[in-house]
């Protein structure tokens, strides 16, 4: 029987420069669209399984382009909520070798930020769902968002579907008065499984491993080290029963190491890593990382090393694709998984 994950955030207009161009320079925008949750929905209908996205989005033609690109992909939007003036934007300049790719936003009173709880009759959106996927980028748009996701949180939690967050700490977007410290512990108290990169946990809660700076990595990073993490994040969050921790060496803005760590039940399983030399696109990386775990965890049910491996291997392929999206098929993932990294023509 398939599963159904239903996930929960704001999906944007991506104008991004063409190849490597400044801000600067660009005189045309290539037009796509992305967002955290909206990017996980993408990857779970590729991988074969029913996954639903809610939103809100303004009545006007960009929003209708957005919701038709959605259905070519085969995610749900039957409830998407209409209303508010406008969809949020974000600007991608893409960095190359030592100058770091830069994104602007222009969300401030976007549709989703104006949402508020009882806009969505979540009993009805959640009932038979698997899942449920939120990103702390929510919780940051807005009091209402925040609560609103709150309210999901806590439906899921009494019709015992199984929540999921990726804390995805964004600096820039906690604007109206509340930080995240403030914000975040009461969600991610009725989350199951917790995802995290090497600075969200201490921006967002001051749990971070001994000695580390995430600005020095020089693409070396030991897993072993983020197993407090792990169990801090744990230990904090009671209902959690996994914690993992994507990990991203950076050697330039081209060249990551990439790998991850999963702690569940005790033990800490380490994914292999990979060297990828040649980004064509990172921004994505951690929602298809996101993606390919929940395949993975609904998959191999009874194999956690084989569900980060999955992720993984997801989310190396997605460096080499364009867009926000992850346009990768299980059996391409897990050609990878087996060893087969050679990009060999197939025919």
Not at 77 to 85: A, S, T
Not at 156 to 182: H, I, Q
Not at 323 to 332: A, I, L, Q, R
Request: proline share 2%; net charge negative; charged share 20%.
């Amino acid at each position: 029987m398939s599963k159904r994950i239903v996930t929960f955030g704001e999906i944007m207009l991506r104008l991004a420069t063409p190849g490597y161009e400044r801000f600067s320079q660009a005189s045309s925008f290539a037009a796509t669209f992305g967002g955290g949750e909206a990017n996980v929905a993408v990857s779970l209908a590729n991988y074969g399984l029913e996954a639903d996205f809610v939103t809100c989005l303004p009545k006007n033609d960009i929003a209708e382009s957005c919701i038709m690109n959605l259905k070519k992909y085969g995610v749900g939007v039957n409830n998407i909520l209409r209303g508010g003036d406008r969809m949020g934007i974000y600007f991608l300049e893409t960095g190359a070798v030592a100058r770091p790719s830069k994104v602007v936003y222009d969300r401030a009173n976007s549709s989703i930020a104006e949402i508020a709880p009882g806009m969505v009759n979540w009993h009805e959106v959640l009932k038979g769902a698997d899942w449920f996927h939120w990103t702390g980028i929510t919780p940051a748009l807005s009091q209402g968002a925040a609560d609103a996701c709150l309210e999901a949180i806590k439906v899921a939690n009494e019709l015992g579907v199984t929540v999921s967050t990726d804390l995805n700490y964004r600096k820039n977007l906690w604007k109206y008065g509340k930080k995240a410290s403030e914000i975040m512990p009461a969600l991610v108290e009725g989350c199951d499984v917790i995802l995290g990169n090497e600075e969200d946990a201490e921006k967002v809660f001051g749990i971070k491993p001994e000695g580390f700076n995430v600005a020095h990595t020089g693409g070396e990073i030991n897993a072993s080290e983020f197993e407090s993490v792990c169990t801090q994040l744990m230990k904090k969050f009671p209902r959690a029963k996994k914690a993992i921790i994507t990990l991203r060496g950076s050697i330039n803005a081209n060249h990551n190491t990439w790998g991850g760590v999963l702690y569940s039940n005790g033990n800490l399983y380490q994914s292999k890593r990979y060297d990828i030399t040649h980004i064509v696109d990172r921004v994505g990386g951690g929602d298809s990382f996101m993606g390919g775990l929940i395949y993975g965890l609904l998959t191999f049910t009874d194999n956690d090393q084989q569900a980060l491996e999955f992720a993984v291997a997801a989310s190396c392929l997605k460096h080499t694709i364009y867009g926000d999206f992850n346009m990768v098929t299980v059996n391409e993932v897990e050609a990878l998984m087996g060893g087969d990294g050679s990009g060999r023509v197939q025919r």
